[in-house]
C-alpha cells in the first residue's frame, strides 16, 4: 500500500489546492478538457470531437475513460479571452458532463545557454590503477562529472562515481529514461542505437517523431544534451559516454510552445508508464525570483498516478532540476521540484562550490553537476544537435539528467525497487564529498537521526557505486502512511520586528491505522499573506530538535495581494526521524523596512512508516550511513 488512508481523490484534492496562490492566466489556447459523463472508448471520444470540428488528442492518464483532449481545429493557439461559442458546442453533447478551454502558462528550460565551443582535447587516459578501464570515446577526459582528475582546477574524486557502478557489471539495461523536454535528435550517432522509439511522442505536435524544431540559435538542443548525459553511447568514437551508457532513452516533446496547457503536461507525465522507469525534467516555472507556481489539477494527478501504478506497480521515478533562480529563489516555491514525489536535484561545480545560479530549498534530496569554477569548456560534455558535441551544457538542467542516468544503474541492479526505496537509496548513499556553500550561509547540519544535511545540496551528491552495491540486496521498505498531525486555523499577525512561533504538539496518529513512528518527507501547509511576500521567512524544527528553512527571503518578489494559499513547503532533513512530539513553526520577516502580514492557518502533514525501514538491511561498514540510522532507530525503540 504506497499511499493510506485517503482515497486518490481526497489527495489530489489536498495537494492541488495550493495552486490558488498562482495569479490567474490571461491566455486561452484551443485545448479543451471535456469530461464525460460516464467512462467511454475512445472511438466515442472521436465521434464526438469530429462531429463539433474538434480532435480528439486522447484520453487523460488516470481518468478511467471519463476525460478526454480534444483541440479545436481553427482556434489560434492562444488567444486572450475564452471562446464560449466552442464550449457551448461541446456542453450540448449528451454525454458531456462539462467542457473547460484550457488556460496557458509559461515553463522555461533550466540551464544556461553558452556559446558552442572547440574543445581542446587532453590526451585519453584508458587504464587507471585507481578508476579502472576508462570509455575511450574523444570527450570522455572532458566529463569530469564521471572521472575528475583535477583537469581544469576541479577537486580530484569529486564525481559521480559511475566507475565503481560500472566495474560491477551495471550500465542502465533494459532501462528507459524519457527527457521531457523541447525534442531529442534521436538520429545523432551517439542516441539512435539506444533510443526507444515505442515509448516517445510529439505532445507539441501530436506524432510520434519529437524531433527538435529548427531554430538558428539551436534553441531547441536542450532536449538532445540532457539525453546525451543519460545514454550516449560509449566506445563509439562519438561525443562522450552517458551515465547509463547501455540504457534506453524515449524523447517526449512538449516543451516547444508559445504557452503550456495542464492537459499536456499531464499526458507527458503519464506517457507508457510501464515502458518508461524515470521521467527526467529539466525545466519548470519561471525562475525569477517572484513566481509561485505548480503543477495543475491533471498534471498533479497524472504523477500520483505514476509513482502509485507505474512500473507495473512499483512506481514511476520522476527526476527535476531544482531551479537556476540563483539565491534570490526558493525552489520551496516550485511546486514540481518541491513534490515529495519527485526527487529534485541541484548541482554543484567541479571544486564542490554551489554554482552561482543554484537555488537553495529544504525539499532538495540530493546533488550532481554541471559546470567547471574557471571555464566554460569545462560545462557538461554531451550530445548536441545534428551529430555534434558540446562541452557547454550547463545549470541544474544538467544535473537532473545525471540523477536520473545513476537512478538507472540503480534499477538495473535491482527492478524491484519502488519510487519509494530509490528515494531511501539517494539519501542513504550521497555523500558531502567536498561540497560548500561558496558564501559561507549553508553548513552541513546533523539530523536527529545522524544523517547529514545541507540546504544547498540536500544529504550530499550522488554515489553511483554505493548506490547500486546497497541496491542490490535492498529490501522493500514497508507501507507508507500519510498523517494529519495537527493544524492551527486562527489568524495571527506576522510582527514587523520579531518572529511569530506556533507550536503543534503531535503524537503522529498514535493507535490509529496511519500512525507514523519513522519519517520520509514532512509538508508545512501555510496559507498567509503579506504587505511584501518576499520578505517572509518561515522555519520547522522537529521533535528532535532539526531546523529547516522552508521559505527564505526572495529579494524579487514583491507581491502584496496573492500571498500562499494552502501552499504545502516540503522538508526532508527529518529523513528517518521520529515525529512524535512538538513541532514548531518559526515566521518572520527578513527586511529593513516594517512590513504587517497574516498566518491564516498552518497544518502539519507527516509521511512515512510505521514499521522501521531498514530492519532487515545488513550495514556494509559500520560507519556507513544505514548503520548510523540503523542503530538510532534500535536505540530508540528500547527506550
Known amino acids: 500500500m504506497q499511499i493510506s488512508c485517503l482515497s486518490l481523490v481526497r489527495l489530489l484534492v489536498f495537494v492541488c489546492c495550493f495552486l490558488h496562490t498562482t495569479k490567474s492566466s490571461n491566455v486561452f489556447t484551443s485545448s479543451f478538457l471535456v469530461r464525460f459523463r460516464r467512462s467511454v472508448d475512445s472511438q466515442i471520444a472521436h465521434d464526438v470531437a469530429h462531429r463539433n470540428g474538434f480532435v480528439n488528442l486522447g484520453e487523460l492518464p488516470g481518468s478511467e475513460g471519463t476525460e478526454y483532449h480534444f483541440r479545436h481545429k481553427s482556434l489560434p493557439h492562444v488567444r486572450s479571452r475564452r471562446s464560449i461559442p466552442h464550449t457551448r458546442v461541446l456542453k450540448k453533447e449528451p454525454l458531456i458532463h462539462t467542457a473547460v478551454q484550457q488556460p496557458g502558462f509559461k515553463r522555461v528550460k533550466r540551464g544556461f545557454r553558452l556559446p558552442l565551443l572547440k574543445p581542446s582535447l587532453p590526451d585519453p587516459d584508458t587504464t587507471s590503477a585507481t578508476f579502472g578501464k576508462a570509455p575511450t570515446d574523444p570527450y570522455f577526459p572532458l566529463q569530469w562529472y564521471l572521472r575528475n582528475t583535477g583537469q581544469n582546477g576541479g577537486k580530484v574524486r569529486l564525481d559521480l562515481n559511475v566507475q565503481a557502478a560500472w566495474d560491477q557489471g551495471y550500465t542502465g539495461k533494459n532501462i528507459t529514461t524519457a527527457i521531457m523536454d ?34 538558428d540559435d539551436w534553441f531547441n538542443s536542450h532536449g538532445t544534451r540532457c539525453a546525451g548525459e543519460v545514454s550516449a553511447a560509449r566506445d563509439n568514437g562519438v561525443c562522450g559516454v552517458g551515465v547509463a551508457y547501455d540504457s534506453k532513452i524515449a524523447g517526449i516533446r512538449m516543451l516547444d510552445q508559445p504557452y503550456m496547457t495542464d492537459l499536456i503536461e499531464a499526458n507527458s507525465m503519464g506517457h507508457e508508464p510501464h515502458k ?95 559546470n567547471g569554477a574557471k571555464d566554460p569548456n569545462t560545462g557538461v560534455a554531451t550530445t548536441d544537435l545534428y551529430g555534434k558535441c558540446t562541452t557547454t551544457h550547463s545549470g541544474t538542467s544538467a544535473a537532473a539528467p545525471e540523477a536520473a542516468g545513476v537512478f538507472a544503474l540503480a534499477l538495473e541492479a535491482n527492478p524491484s525497487l519502488t519510487w519509494r526505496d530509490v528515494q531511501h537509496l539517494t539519501v542513504l548513499t550521497s555523500k558531502r564529498n567536498s561540497l560548500f556553500d561558496a558564501k559561507n550561509r549553508f553548513h552541513w547540519t546533523m539530523n536527529g537521526v545522524g544523517l547529514e544535511f545541507n540546504h544547498l545540496f540536500g544529504f550530499g551528491v ?16 514497508p507501507a507508507r502512511y500519510h498523517c494529519e498531525a495537527g493544524g492551527i486555523y486562527k489568524t495571527h499577525p506576522i510582527p514587523s520586528s520579531k518572529s511569530l512561533i506556533l507550536k503543534i504538539k503531535t503524537d503522529a496518529c498514535h493507535g490509529t491505522e496511519t500512525e507514523l513512528r519513522y519519517l520520509e518527507h514532512v509538508q508545512a501547509v501555510i496559507t498567509t499573506n503579506a504587505t511584501r511576500r518576499g520578505d517572509l521567512e518561515f522555519f520547522l524544527t522537529s521533535p528532535m530538535g532539526t531546523r529547516s528553512m522552508i ?66 538491511l545488513s550495514p556494509a561498514s559500520p560507519h556507513s550511513k544505514l548503520a548510523i540510522v540503523k542503530k538510532a532507530h534500535e536505540d530508540r525503540d528500547k527506550m
Open 182 to 215: 523541447d525534442g531529442v535528435d534521436y538520429m545523432h550517432p551517439d542516441l539512435k542505437y539506444n533510443y526507444n522509439a515505442e515509448a516517445s511522442y510529439d505532445f507539441s505536435s501530436n506524432d510520434p517523431y519529437p524531433y527538435p524544431r529548427y531554430t
Open 462 to 477: 550522488l554515489d553511483a557505486g554505493a548506490m547500486v552495491t546497497l541496491a542490490k540486496n535492498w529490501q522493500n521498505v
Open 276 to 370: 518508461i522507469h524515470i521521467y527526467s525534467a529539466s525545466w519548470g516555472p519561471t525562475d525569477d525570483g517572484k513566481t509561485v507556481d505548480g503543477p495543475r489539477n491533471a498534471t498533479m494527478r497524472a504523477i500520483v498516478q505514476g509513482v502509485n501504478e507505474g512500473r507495473n506497480g512499483s512506481g514511476n521515478i520522476y527526476v527535476w532540476a531544482s531551479g537556476d533562480g540563483g539565491e534570490e529563489d526558493d525552489c520551496n516555491c516550485d511546486g514540481y521540484a518541491a513534490s515529495m514525489w519527485t526527487i529534485s536535484i541541484n548541482s554543484a561545480i567541479n571544486d564542490g562550490q554551489n554554482a552561482h545560479y543554484d537555488e537553495s530549498c529544504s525539499s532538495t534530496l540530493a546533488s550532481t553537476f554541471s
Open 551 to 616: 521559505l527564505s527571503r526572495r529579494a524579487n518578489d514583491d507581491d502584496h495581494r496573492d500571498g500562499f494559499t494552502k501552499w504545502p513547503f516540503m522538508t526532508t532533513h527529518t529523513w528517518g526521524e521520529y515525529p512524535q512530539g512538538v513541532w514548531t513553526l518559526e515566521v518572520k520577516f527578513n527586511s529593513q523596512e516594517p512590513q504587517t502580514g497574516w498566518l491564516k492557518e498552518w497544518s502539519l502533514v507527516l509521511h512515512g512508516t510505521r514499521d522501521p525501514p531498514y530492519r532487515t
